[in-house]
């Protein structure tokens, strides 16, 4: 594929919106079998049991964009681990929970979160493109979550009636899997609450399909009066390719700022050479490292914990490394607390 500047896209783009693997279809298309995902990477077939058991606890989901970038015939590709199931997820670990962050209980209305000053949460799309093994939300009741327009209006109101509210966070799921004429809808409305300035989204889409950033995304993108914000999810190097770097670009073009978190995970990303690079790529691509989380003890990802001592010990070996503006900060989410928790 040819690299386009930002400008040049808006005349390429008509044919590639009408190409088989645009956005939508390669969500449609991913894989959501263990067996496929297996045997698409050559692995052996002691790892199916493992991963049909974790598949039963919450369903295995990978784009052919995501799996590309995969080593094959290797069991501990740092990207492959995120997303194979394996046998250790049905173990019970004391501390691991199904809800850590206590979401339940900061729900005042269908799909919005609001526990931080100033911001808040708004749960935009029940689904993601991936599934992350060791995601918070594993066992969060999406059907639960996943709001009509109706439902919107009744957030819009609480968003209206509350002038302290500066910043809305679209989140999931993953906003990015909503289709862009509900999401458009959503942030035009956003737009006519006087007190809001900024539209934020967390969003892994533009990293696992970069394709998913099109036009139709870059127009309401562009047409909002909000300042925005997206907070990618990346966790190893490895998911930073061209195509990736492409996506930033047309992002960045559209005046969007760019920052990651990542979620600190035992055999993908527990050390300093592989944490410095992800720094690294990521500024090459323009986007801007914020976050370092802990992992959330959810249950079923215990297996990917690191301590909390071994953490601090990798970041503080990272700041001798890297300019201070490269350096993510190492938090936590404590439930309750009215931010994120420095370690
Ligand atoms: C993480 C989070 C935010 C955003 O926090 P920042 O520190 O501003 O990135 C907002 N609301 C909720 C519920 C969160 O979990
Ligand atoms: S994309 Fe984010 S919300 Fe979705 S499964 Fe992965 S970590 Fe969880």
Known sequence: MIT?????????????????????????????????????LGLDNHWLPGAN????????R??????????????QDPLLRQVLPVTAETDSVVGFVSDPLEEAVHTPRRGLIHKYHGRVLL????????????CFRRHFPYAENSPSRAQWEETLTYLRRDPSIQEAILSGGDPLASSDKRLAWLVERLGEIPHLRRLRIHTRLPVVIPDRVDDALLAWLQATRLQTVMVL????????????????????GAGVTLLNQSVLLRGVND??????ALSER?????VLPYYLHVLDPVAGAAHFDVPDSEALTLVDELRTRLAGFLLPRLVREVPGEASKTPL
């Not at 930002?6 to 939508?24: F, G």
């Not at 749960?123 to 060791?134: E, F, G, K, L, V």
């Not at 190893?236 to 770097?245: G, K, L, W």
């Open 62 to 75: 990978v784009p052919e964009a995501y799996l590309a970038r995969m080593r094959p015939n290797d069991p």
């Open 271 to 276: 050390d300093v050479e592989t944490l410095a």
């Open 123 to 134: 749960i935009a799309s029940p689904t993601c493109a991936i599934n992350c093994r060791y």
């Open 233 to 252: 999810h990346i966790n190893h190097p490895n998911e930073i390719d061209a195509a990736v770097v492409d996506a930033c670009t047309r992002l960045r």
């Open 53 to 60: 058991q974790g598949h039963a606890l919450f369903e295995v």
């Open 4 to 40: 386009r500047s930002p400008d040049l896209l808006q005349s390429v783009i008509p044919t590639v919106a009408n190409d088989a693997r645009d956005w939508q279809t390669q969500l449609a298309q991913a894989i959501r079998d263990p067996r496929e995902l297996v045997a698409r």
């Open 282 to 286: 990521l500024f090459s691509a323009g």
